[in-house]
Structures are given as structure tokens and as C-alpha cells.
């Protein structure tokens, strides 16, 4: 008899939830929007708010005549503790397994295109504390919440022995579990190496089931429409979003003679992509 499963993806950076259906290739899919989950009420919300109302309809809708489905919960673990509370308190005879996941997300780029600097950003955004381990070929960043899990791959020098290099990385780090693939742009040229072009499209392509998009960081001196919709073209409108991960003091100066600050943008935007596929 086969059982239902469900991924609840928790986004800490926004504080909204996602749900994934478990295809028969074995292939997360974001509930179309027709799905009762999809709307805002089960969207915006928390586990603490709601874990009975959310189990309720996964129930309902994905459990019937007691089958079974099986919950991923990707998120802080105090948060699955909520979840799994619920389960115990008031579904423990529905057949209703849960277990607890993190969302993993790789950061790939050139070197000196701020990796390290969005990974921060975000994790400052809620003031998460990250703890980090260095690796052969990329250091992990991870905190004891569980809110996520950062691989920043050794930053690349152009060269097709490198790019192999990164490219090999990546596919390694998913052999243990990967949610999604940013590959960072630096704002400040907004120049694309054909080989990069190269890269991003073997990502795309190797990774398909991955969430994969394209970061512009550093995007603090011009508009960089014209770059987001050139990487649009060749990757067949892959996510592009610019991005500034802390604030950058400037040269110019305000009325009262002080710096003119440009504040971080763009950060909830990808974690909006990475944990909500929107």
C-alpha cells in the first residue's frame, strides 16, 4: 500500500512555509496553486501557529483510509518539534510519520565575487549564529537550530581544469542531500566568461530536480537590468536576483555632510526562491 509524502519547507528568513508532494520518480513538486496548502492561511504561518490546522489537511487531503504519509520537515528543529508534538498529541492512531531535514543550498562563483559575504548577510538577517568546517574544496557553514546548511565551494579560477573542479564539488556535496545551486555574478563588472555561461548551463542540466539560480552580488554602483536579462536569455529564464548583502558606505555625502549608506536588498528575495520557489 503505498504512502503519501510531504515536504514542509520552513523559510527562517521570511518566516513562511512551502509544502512538496513526492512524485512516483521520487522528485519533489511544489503543490500547484489550486492545493488548499498553497494558500496564504497554510503559507504564512509557523509551526507554533498552526502545526494541528496544517496536519489536519495534510490528513485530510493525503491520508485517506488511513494509508499513511510520511512528513519532511526542513526547518528548525524546534519548529519540528511542534510538528511532531502535534503528531502525538492528537494523530497518533493516522498513521502519520514525520522526520526532521535541513535545507542545503550550494554557493558556487569566481573568486572575490562575495560568497562568504551573502552567506552572512542572510544569516544576519535574523541573527542566526553560524559555526563553520573547512574542507578540501569548500567550507560549510551550519548553525545548531538547523535553520540551514551552506556549502561555499572554493572560489573559482576561469580555466576548464577549474571549472571541472567546481563542477565535480557540487556533485559531490549532493550526493548527501541538496536543495538548491546559487551561482554568484559580482555586480561590479556584471561581465560573464563564456566558460561561466558554460557552468551555469551544466548546473541547470545536471541538477534539474535542484532549485538553480543566478545571484548578482555587489550591486552597488549601477543597474544591472541589462545583465539579469542577458543571463535570462541563455539559461532559458533561470532566477536572477540582484543583490547586496551588507550595507556599503559610498562617496557621496547628505545633507548634513555624513556618508550616503546604501542598506543590504535583495536577500529575502533569495531565500524567497530558495526555501518557497517564489
Known amino acids: 500500500m503505498k504512502r503519501n509524502s510531504i515536504k514542509i519547507v520552513s523559510n527562517p528568513y521570511t518566516n513562511k512555509m512551502q509544502y512538496y508532494f513526492k512524485n512516483d520518480i521520487g522528485e519533489w513538486k511544489i503543490l500547484l496553486e489550486d492545493s488548499p496548502l498553497s494558500r496564504q492561511h497554510y503559507t504564512d504561518t509557523s509551526m507554533e501557529e498552526s502545526a494541528n490546522e496544517i496536519l489536519e489537511k495534510i490528513d485530510e487531503i493525503y491520508n485517506r483510509k488511513n494509508k499513511g504519509v510520511d512528513i519532511l520537515f526542513e526547518g528548525a528543529t524546534n519548529r519540528y518539534k511542534c510538528l511532531q508534538k502535534a503528531v502525538n498529541d492528537h494523530f497518533a492512531d493516522h498513521n502519520i510519520q514525520c522526520e526532521l531535514g535541513t535545507t542545503k543550498i550550494a554557493v558556487v562563483g569566481k573568486k572575490a565575487v562575495g560568497k562568504t559575504a551573502l552567506i552572512e548577510g542572510l544569516e544576519e538577517l535574523r541573527g542566526f549564529q553560524l559555526s563553520k568546517a573547512d574542507h578540501q574544496n569548500y567550507v560549510q557553514y551550519f548553525d545548531n537550530l538547523n535553520h540551514d546548511e551552506?556549502?561555499?565551494v572554493s572560489g573559482i579560477d576561469l580555466g576548464k581544469e577549474n571549472i571541472e573542479k567546481a563542477f565535480q564539488t557540487v556533485k559531490k556535496i549532493a550526493e548527501n542531500g541538496l536543495s538548491a545551486v546559487i551561482y554568484c555574478i559580482s555586480g561590479t563588472s556584471g561581465r560573464i566568461e563564456d566558460i561561466e555561461k558554460e557552468l551555469i548551463m551544466r548546473l541547470i542540466k545536471e541538477f534539474s530536480a535542484l532549485k538553480v539560480m543566478v545571484v548578482l552580488t555587489m550591486c552597488y554602483q549601477a543597474d544591472m537590468q541589462e545583465t539579469a536579462d542577458e543571463i535570462k536569455r541563455f539559461t532559458?529564464?533561470?532566477?536572477v536576483?540582484?543583490?547586496?548583502?551588507?550595507?556599503?558606505?559610498?562617496?557621496?555625502?547628505?545633507?548634513?555632510g555624513a556618508s550616503v549608506?546604501?542598506?543590504p536588498f535583495g536577500l529575502e528575495s533569495v531565500a524567497a526562491y530558495v526555501f518557497e520557489e517564489r
Request: negative net charge; glycine residues 0%; charged residues 35%.
Open 261 to 263: 549608506v546604501i542598506e
Open 150 to 152: 551552506w556549502f561555499e
Open 241 to 256: 536576483v540582484p543583490t547586496l548583502a551588507k550595507e556599503y558606505k559610498t562617496r557621496a555625502r547628505n545633507e548634513n
Open 236 to 239: 532559458n529564464q533561470v532566477e
